[in-house]
């Protein structure tokens, strides 16, 4: 099944890694995937977003006008692009940076104070993990828990232990936070 | 080999290398600059030479060098570039020499935006320099397509001595999808004489000039061969799909990115029963006239220009082959913004329905 995700955030938050990430672990579960960035021309600080589609066979249009998750890394990510999740999506939002009140009832909302969380961790970087982590929680059906972890044992193959065992605390963090707001 | 997901740019460039490219200069612009980047560390892995220049008119001007050595070399750009490498690419299909040039558009005049946009169809399929010559223009849309066009580019351009343009949108420069590479090319080099300065075949070797000028009777020769190269190009070279056209009351046109939109879009038109076809040009020079040739005209209600350029710039082919036997619309964006499925949808529906009136 088709399935789109916008991910939003400001340079430097890891919108295009999280992006990528999950398009190549798409890919390597098999499926069809496309991840296209959108940046203007700052170096870093300036709105990011990127937009990934998965589906089970060839992907024809990466484009959409409205996408079936959403995850909003800050404030003006959640202002400009909270009314273009589908009715019925999932919207993942870092509430350490989303400050207003996230008003839409028509969709499931998975609130993670993901900078706060990564913070505590042990590193900042690892907050748009967390926020994969709530997709797959959520229930989104984009990728599997299972192939995300088998995806960044792959990306922190090089890195030190403790690395890659942050990742996967982060991405488990998320997780729970995902399934909370299923429960809710 | 297993399809790997990749950037755009970056499958252009090992497409290139796999069809023997071996020569690369580039100057910065954006959306391209994974090319040059991609090669930077690529080429010289395979012997090649990637150079960045100090400018565009440098660098068209080092690959007219590359070319006339027998390399095969390329050059990419964006809009801005791409006009200041006119001058070279003009000069290319003068002397006769085989190259291949990529443009991934953004949005113009003038500087523009860095944003994807589809705003040199013109400039590339009427009159790519000056002197009035023509160049094959491929526009693919998916990066498998991007990867195929590439690897073949410079069997054309070698074919016709003459250089070869491959025009994409920035949306596919920087879109990440699954492409599948062919193998390492080992390009025949038979022939290759009548241009290679560095080559002798037997006693034939053509001793070339690279700043010609010709005598006013010969230069009118040359002109006459190449009309005659272009008139072989529209019998043997065109590239189209044709999408759900039999039994089409609306036939929408697009290339590059916006045909795979409009495609989305005339899918849901489908399943709402009505009957949209789509043409989408792989060639945009030579234009598939045929396509336009061959509909039936007593079923077609109307043609829709669907492309990211204001004011539209494909009409015009579209136009002469129509000529008047439908109406022709133009749904169009520009300047960086980009179609949506739904933003396709409704144009073509508001058509149809105006049409029912």
Request: hydrophobic fraction near 40%.
């Amino acid at each position: 099944m088709k399935k789109s995700l916008v991910i939003s955030g400001s340079g430097g938050q890891g919108v295009m890694s999280a992006g990528i990430m999950i398009a190549q672990t798409a890919v390597d579960a098999g499926k069809c995937a496309t991840f296209l960035p959108e940046y203007g021309p700052e170096q870093r600080g300036g709105s990011a977003k990127c937009t990934v589609v998965v589906n089970d066979t060839e992907i024809i249009s990466p484009l959409m006008a409205k996408c079936d998750t959403l995850i909003v890394m800050n404030e003006q990510a959640y202002a400009k692009f909270g009314k273009n999740l589908k009715s019925g999506g999932v919207m993942i939002a870092n509430t350490s940076r989303v400050t207003s009140e996230i008003t839409r009832d028509d969709v499931t909302v998975v609130r993670v104070p993901a900078d706060d969380i990564a913070v505590e961790l042990g590193n900042i970087k690892c907050a748009n993990i967390i926020l994969i982590g709530a997709l797959i929680g959520a229930e989104a059906g984009i990728i599997t828990e299972e192939a995300m972890l088998a995806s960044l044992d792959k990306k922190f193959a090089s890195k030190k232990k403790e690395v890659l065992a942050l990742n996967h605390a982060a991405l488990k963090k998320g997780v729970e936070y995902g399934r909370q707001a299923l429960k809710a | 080999m297993a399809k790997i997901l990749m950037k755009g740019n970056e499958a252009i460039a090992e497409a290139a290398v796999r069809a023997g490219c071996r020569f690369f200069a580039g100057y910065p612009i954006t959306p391209q600059n994974e090319i040059p980047e991609y090669l930077s560390w690529r080429l010289p892995e395979v012997g090649g030479v990637f150079v960045q220049g100090e400018s565009e008119v440098a660098s068209v001007n080092m690959v007219y060098g590359a070319a006339a050595s027998g390399c095969r070399a390329m050059t990419s750009s964006s809009g801005p570039g791409i006009s200041l490498k006119a001058e070279g690419i003009s000069y290319l299909a003068g002397t006769q020499l085989p190259a291949v040039i990529v443009n991934i558009s953004r949005g113009g005049p003038g500087l523009g935006s860095i944003q994807p946009a589809q705003q040199d169809y013109l400039q590339a399929t009427k009159a790519l320099g000056h002197g009035g010559f023509r160049v094959m223009v491929f526009a693919p849309a998916t990066l498998q397509e991007a990867v195929d066009v590439t690897y073949n580019a410079w069997e054309y351009a070698e074919r016709d001595r003459n250089p070869v343009m491959i025009l994409m949108d920035g949306c596919l420069g920087s879109i990440m999808e699954q492409v599948e590479f062919p193998e390492m090319k080992e390009p025949d080099r038979k022939g290759t004489h009548a241009w290679d300065l560095n080559r002798v075949e037997g006693e034939k070797r053509s001793a070339r000039l690279l700043l010609p000028y010709f005598p006013e009777a010969l230069l009118e020769v040359k002109n006459k061969s190449h009309k005659a190269m272009i008139e072989r190009w529209q019998k043997n070279d065109v590239q189209v799909e044709e999408f759900m056209l039999e039994d089409a009351e609306y036939v929408a046109v697009a290339y590059g990115i916006s045909a795979r939109v409009a495609k989305e879009a005339i899918l849901r038109l489908r399943d709402e029963g009505h009957k949209v076809g789509l043409i989408r040009p792989i060639t945009l020079f030579p234009f598939p006239k045929e396509s336009f040739q061959k509909l039936n005209y007593e079923q077609v209600k109307g043609i829709i220009d669907i492309e990211l350029a204001i004011p539209a710039q494909m009409h015009d082919d579209i136009a002469l082959e129509v000529l008047g036997r439908a109406p022709i619309h133009d749904y169009c964006r520009s300047g960086g913004m980009l179609f949506d499925d739904d933003g396709i949808y409704n144009a073509v529906k508001k058509i149809i329905d105006g049409g029912a009136k």
